[in-house]
């Protein structure tokens, strides 16, 4: 899993990379990794303090048979305590400050709980 995630560090589809841009020293007060092997899967971004991952969900996530594969993956992730927060690739190209008010947000709720 470490290889595979590696690989996909690597590969950097745009999203992730604008995304990682924004996010990354710790700019929203707490550090994420890109491509982080979480039991038998790999998640996009994650807060390891506050358990928090950020998937960026692209055009291959656009038929159903993903969808209901993703599904069942952040189900099986959320039972280990993992809270999920998903953006459209479309959103993080052309919506940014709203993502990221809206990440803000988010990790400003989890930090008070």
């Not at 470490?2 to 690597?10: E, F, I, P, S, T």
Request: glycine share 4%.
């Amino acid at each position: 899993m470490k290889d595979l995630a590696k690989q996909l560090r690597q590969q950097g589809i745009l999203s992730e990379v604008l995304l990682w841009k924004k996010i990354k020293n710790k700019s929203l007060g707490v550090e994420f990794h890109r491509q982080v092997p979480i039991d038998n899967y790999i998640v996009d971004f994650y807060c390891h303090e506050l358990m928090l991952a950020i998937e960026v969900d692209g055009n291959s996530h656009m038929n159903s048979e993903t969808q209901i594969n993703d599904l069942i993956r952040q189900e099986i992730l959320e039972k280990l305590g993992v809270i999920f927060i998903r953006f459209s690739d479309l959103d993080i190209k052309k919506n940014m400050n709203d993502v990221i008010r809206c990440l803000q947000a988010k990790v400003e709720e989890l930090k008070e709980t």
